[in-house]
């Protein structure tokens, strides 16, 4: 009955979003005409409104956590777990100030929806070398600019049953070479909400973003010493404070 039940509310949370969306998309379009930094604050803004208006139709409830780590005049690259396609719609909007993500190019295919992915992203073919170079540099830009910079280390959806897959190298490298410090964060609940391992199936209810303590780069520092830190980090984290 549950799984009946899920697929209703499936087609239900794809018109709300989709509707939503389109309430949207002609402000989010117009913020193309702003320079950075300003074009991405004011997405950042809209998102807020968009996604807060669709999870209300949803029946999804969110609380965030540890805004107060991030300091005033300091942008981050903030690293955050991966279960479900649900984080895409928190990471960004939840974190405070204007921000982008690391998005893999096939999304920016989709129609209508490609305006506000290619607004919010940087964009990374992950089969050409070249494009994961760009990309690389065009995330140096993001931070240059002051903007924080969001990464899910662990590349794709975590369909395992551990709390973190085993990170990629991209966000720590990124932060040696910039001196940037790491904000982690860990989102609970969208693997049971949304979960990788089925389709068509969606159960609103509670989600949660934990933004954890920065850590800072220290010299000497390698990809691999602050891979390995934040990994412990972040998987105690999950484990210690998963709710029941």
């Known amino acids: 009955m549950k799984n009946f039940l899920a697929k209703i509310l499936t087609v239900w949370a794809a018109i709300a979003f989709i509707g939503s969306m389109l309430i949207f998309l002609l402000p989010i379009w117009v913020t193309g005409f702003w320079p950075e930094t300003k074009r991405t604050d004011l997405l950042i803004k809209l998102a807020k409104a968009w996604i807060g208006t669709f999870f209300f139709l949803s029946g999804i409830r969110l609380t965030i956590r540890g805004k107060e780590k991030f ?4 942008n981050y690259i903030v690293i955050c777990n991966h279960n479900s396609m649900m984080d895409v719609p928190i990471t960004s909007p939840g974190i405070p ?3 982008k993500t690391i998005a893999k190019i096939e999304m920016a295919r989709i129609p209508i929806f490609n305006i506000i992915y290619k607004r919010g992203s940087v964009l990374v073919d992950r089969k ?5 170079r760009e990309s690389f540099n065009k995330m140096k830009w993001v931070l240059d600019m002051g903007m924080h910079m969001c990464i899910y280390p662990e590349g794709t959806r975590n369909k395992t049953n551990k709390p973190l897959k085993e990170f990629h190298d991209g966000a720590f490298k990124l932060a040696v070479d910039t001196g940037k410090p790491l904000m982690p964060a860990i989102i609970f609940g ?4 949304l979960p990788p391992t089925k389709s068509f199936y969606f159960w609103p209810g509670k989600l949660e973003m934990h933004f954890l303590d920065p850590i800072e780069v220290q010299p000497g ?4 010493v602050l891979r390995e830190k934040a990994f412990r980090i972040m998987w105690d984290y999950y484990e210690n404070n998963k709710p029941v």
């Not at 300091?71 to 300091?74: I, S």
């Not at 050409?128 to 994961?132: A, F, K, L, Y």
């Not at 520092?221 to 691999?224: A, E, K, P």
């Open 71 to 74: 300091k005033e005049g300091q």
């Open 97 to 99: 100030g204007a921000n």
């Open 128 to 132: 050409n070398d070249q494009s994961r």
């Open 190 to 193: 969208t693997r049971e909400m």
């Open 221 to 224: 520092d390698t990809s691999q």
